[in-house]
């Protein structure tokens, strides 16, 4: 599997349910982030935790890194129909800025 | 505080022209990297320049492709003699000095190659 490899591919939820994305990654990081991109549009960036984090919450996010499975969630609760989106993991290694991203998992949301 | 600029949005080119790419960063940024997003697929890195350096160009093809960020102006990344395989969406990201370097992201150019 890839590094920043998101699991599943796509998920289609009800409006007001929470939506679960998972992440996992090969190398050692120094922090990952998630990102959320509309169809056609540019990245937005959601949230970065870093390597020493185990958890970190932005609103309805929330974010959780295990470096000894080297795999990271977003749960995103009480999802809306804006929520629509591909939603990706980056992950920064310990040298370099480079960010290396995964294939994405495309949430849906159904009003 | 305006976000990353890129210019054009779309650009239609045929086989064998060139394009180029405009990246204007973030206000107080001087870390530029250029992504490649091909459909369905994720972001992949291309290369990361500071001012009149590139530091890192390891995901850029070594042919037809080049990348400069100079003292002055926009970040740009030139593909001469493009191909069909060469349509994608090219995301150019800045950040701040500093670690962790949070990239801030433009909102792509769309390169269509006829």
């Known amino acids: 599997s890839q590094q920043g490899e998101e699991d599943p591919q796509a998920l289609s939820i009800q409006e007001g349910e929470n939506a679960t994305m998972n992440c996992s990654y090969k190398t050692s990081i120094n922090n990952l982030q998630w990102y959320r991109q509309n169809s056609g549009r540019g990245l937005v960036h959601l949230i970065l935790i870093r390597s020493n984090e185990r958890e970190k919450h932005s609103g309805r996010l929330r974010v959780t890194l295990d470096t000894s499975k080297k795999s990271s969630s977003l749960l995103i609760t009480a999802s809306r129909a804006a929520d629509t989106a591909s939603y990706f993991c980056a992950t920064k290694g310990d040298s370099g800025s480079r960010l290396t991203f995964g294939e994405g998992t495309q949430l849906t949301v159904n009003p | 505080n305006a976000g990353v600029m890129q210019n054009p949005r779309h650009l239609v080119r045929r086989r064998g022209q060139e394009a180029r790419l405009r990246c204007s960063p973030m206000k107080g940024h001087s870390h530029v990297y250029w992504y490649r997003q091909l459909p369905e697929e994720g972001l992949k890195f291309m290369v990361y320049?500071?001012?009149?350096?590139?530091?890192?160009e390891s995901g850029m093809p070594k042919e037809r492709f080049s990348a400069e960020f100079p003292k002055e102006g926009p970040s740009i990344l030139r593909i001469q003699q493009v191909v069909r395989g060469d349509s994608a969406a090219y995301f150019c990201?800045?950040?701040?000095?500093?670690?962790?370097?949070?990239?801030?992201f433009g909102p792509g150019t769309r390169l269509t190659v006829t």
């Open positions: 990201a800045s950040s701040p000095p500093g670690t962790p370097r949070e990239q801030y």
């Open positions: 320049l500071q001012k009149e350096n590139i530091i890192d």
